[in-house]
């Protein structure tokens, strides 16, 4: 018997079948809205079963063509749904039909792309802006050692010099700060713990800093071990330290205690104007930077991003307290080296505080 064209029982079948394996969340829904079909990728998409999405109201506008939802989710959140919606006819009932695709994760990576864009594209400003000054600087004071024709006295010379390498340590600085953000960035907060003893680190530090080093005051055990990362904790203390040096007064008291037998703290505290309280919320945040101290101080807004960044990625935290009286002091919360028999206690729960 010839072929008449007509879909059969078979075909119909096949149909299903389709339907039913498709990835995409199928529905068949009235014109009253009521979904009256459904396949399992729809069950699994809406997070309910056949039986309870069947005869329930579709909730959204059935509008033929493509549109992007919000589907809210039982258990709460919400899926990103891409939705195709056709109409059919079925035994003459109208039916529209939506095949809907879960699109969460590709809308957060689109996001997450953007976000890094604009990261990237700040970071570039501020460093064109951070940069230009400083090589200005250089330039014209290496145009003027170079020029032939200028008599400088050795004072002036050596004014030029230093000047020189204040400028050229200023953007090795900043440099290391941007290099710090996109190295975070791009693999996240990662930290090598290891054993630390405390005050060796702390002097060698502020060894680094030689020339400011009489205005600073150390108090530290000699027993005190840390367990943190070691490049990261001298990145902590060299931006809490330059933060003090730029926005506060000396003496820059410079404290390490143990807190308890897990965590130990460091603390940093100023004797300047302290940090003016409705900026206190932004400190920690990346290119933030208090009104009016760009004329203070030259900055990038990364330091102290970098320093709870670093912490949290070392199981610590890093926070500011104001200082009764005047001065700004901020705090390092990290861990402890485990005991010499190599046991360690469970992380505590609770804030920086704990």
Request: glycine share 8%.
């Amino acid at each position: 018997m010839a072929d008449s064209g007509r879909p059969g029982a078979d075909d119909d079948h096949l149909h299903q079948v389709v339907v039913a394996v498709a990835a995409d969340g199928i529905l068949a829904v009235d014109e009253d809205g009521r979904v009256v079909l459904c396949n399992p990728a729809a069950e699994e998409l809406f997070r309910r079963p056949a039986d309870r999405l069947v005869g329930s109201d579709f909730g959204f506008p059935l509008v033929t063509g493509e549109t992007t939802i919000d589907l809210m989710l039982p258990e709460g959140g919400t899926r990103v749904v891409e939705m195709r919606v056709t109409t059919a006819l079925l035994e003459d009932r109208k039916l529209y039909v939506a095949a809907l695709r879960d699109i969460t994760r590709r809308r957060q990576t689109e996001r997450a792309l953007k976000a890094a864009l604009e990261r990237q594209n700040v970071i570039v400003a501020v460093a064109a802006h951070q940069l230009h000054n400083p090589l200005a600087t250089i330039a014209v004071l290496v145009d003027l050692l170079r020029d032939t024709r200028a008599v400088l006295p050795d004072k002036k010379r050596d004014e030029a010099v230093e000047r020189i390498a204040e400028r050229t340590a200023h953007l090795q600085n900043l440099v290391r700060k941007l290099l710090t953000a996109a190295r975070l960035d791009a693999a996240g907060p990662h930290a090598a713990p290891e054993r630390i003893p405390v005050l060796p680190f702390l002097v060698e530090r502020l060894g680094d800093i030689v020339e400011r080093a009489d205005e600073v005051r150390l108090t530290c055990p000699a027993d005190l071990v840390a367990q943190v990362d070691r490049a990261a904790f001298a990145e902590m203390l060299a931006n809490i330290l330059e933060n003090a040096f730029a926005y506060g007064r000396p003496p820059i008291e410079v404290r390490a205690a143990a807190k308890d037998r897990q965590w130990l703290r460091v603390s940093v505290r100023d004797h300047g104007d302290g940090v003016p309280e409705d900026f206190v919320p932004h400190l920690f945040k990346r290119f933030s930077r208090a009104p009016g101290t760009e004329r203070q101080s030259e900055g990038t807004g990364l330091g102290l991003w970098v320093v709870r960044s670093l912490a949290r990625a070392n199981r610590g935290d890093a926070w500011y307290e104001p200082v009764p009286g005047g001065g700004a002091c901020f705090r390092l919360r990290l861990p402890r080296a485990p005991a010499g028999d190599g046991s360690r206690g469970a992380d505590p729960a609770g804030g920086p505080h704990a």
